[in-house]
């Protein structure tokens, strides 16, 4: 969400974005701003673990945007997009926050990993804007895609699945977006992506080849998902974590989830038992949570409570398991490949 007022315009509108899964998002989460990433910071070095290292998090990253005012003016026919760090730079309090990005990186507490070029699915948008899809075109102009079948059942596929597909044509520009996407992570990152977590689930193993290509080693899949086979059919999947896929890839599965902007339930105590119940059957823990916890630019009630209880969850880990050790999704990911 851009801005509060972007919100406020929306629902004046008659967009329905807070009756659906993105309800919470539509809400909350925005761009993270310089002071969001400083109060991160302080949270996750304000703990070591037995090696003496801070938390880290592996934010995976998606580094691009649509480019609205060339999509605009070439009339919703032909797709541009900006990387991230441009687009950064057009809101208030972001305008330096890749600078804490790359100190994050320097310092090895906030170490991203690829998401995709965007967290949208774009020829699914542009076949929506080309055939003037009402709530779609209003969006674009506030600068917002984040809308769901769930309230607009008309838009087709879901904008913020990047990767699926309904005609298996699709397919090579997704591998396009992969390709573009990785060397663009290279260019502003300074090293390639080795880890992929798919926006929004939907993933065709079609895909694998241009992932090994590009430099990709591990996958996160959940447990047990439905992959797209086109023309809305598809194909159960199992999972586990150090599975290895056809293409030779190693999976990451999550198994410890922490939502704090969430209501309804202690989320502290929650991923304390799943991280119990992961040690317990000899498996890493790894925690699944969303920027959407931590950013206060729409909320900053929002951030701060999300702030704290991490703050409370990392220190009962390490008061719990004073043995435990901090690494990143692609560390783990290097260690199930070659042990």
């Excluded at 990005?101 to 076949?127: C, D, M, S, T, Y």
């Excluded at 879901?158 to 390709?179: C, G």
């Amino acid at each position: 969400m851009p801005d509060t007022e972007t919100f406020t315009a929306l629902q004046r509108a008659g967009i329905d974005i807070m009756s659906d899964d993105g309800a919470i998002f539509n809400a909350y989460d925005t761009l993270a701003d310089s002071d969001d990433l400083s109060g991160l910071f302080e949270v996750l070095s304000s703990v070591r673990d037995q090696n003496g290292l801070c938390a880290v998090m592996t934010p995976v990253s998606v580094v691009a945007n649509p480019d609205f005012d060339s999509i605009r003016k070439n009339g919703f026919k032909t797709y541009f997009f900006e990387p991230f760090t441009e687009t950064l730079k057009k809101f208030k309090g972001c305008e330096d926050s890749f600078k804490l990005w790359q100190e994050g990186i320097r310092r090895r507490i906030f170490v991203p990993q690829f998401h995709g070029r965007e967290h949208l699915n774009v020829k699914a948008w542009l076949r929506a804007l080309d055939n003037g899809n009402k709530n779609a075109k209003i969006a674009f102009n506030h600068g917002f895609w984040g809308m769901s079948t769930q309230s607009d059942p008309d838009i087709g596929l879901e904008f913020q699945a990047a990767f699926d597909y309904i005609n298996p044509v699709d397919l090579d520009y997704h591998k396009e977006v992969i390709t573009t996407g990785l060397d663009l992570f290279s260019e502003l990152f300074g090293y390639r992506a080795s880890y992929f977590v798919p926006p929004n689930g939907p993933f065709s193993s079609n895909l694998e080849t241009a992932l090994v290509d590009n430099g990709i080693k591990y996958i996160s899949m959940p447990r047990i998902y439905n992959e797209p086979v086109g023309f809305g059919r598809s194909t159960k999947m199992f999972n586990w974590m150090g599975k290895t896929t056809r293409q030779g890839l190693k999976v990451i599965t999550r198994n410890c989830f922490f939502e704090p902007a969430t209501s309804g339930k202690d989320w502290v105590d929650s991923c304390l038992s799943e991280i119990s119940k992961s040690f317990r059957f000899y498996n890493p823990a790894v925690l699944s949570t969303h920027r959407v916890n931590y950013v206060g630019r729409l909320s900053v009630v929002n951030r701060e409570r999300g702030l704290n209880q991490l703050s409370k969850l990392l220190v009962r880990i390490t008061q719990r398991w004073p043995e435990v050790e901090f690494i990143t999704s692609d560390e783990l990911g290097s260690m199930m490949k070659h042990d």
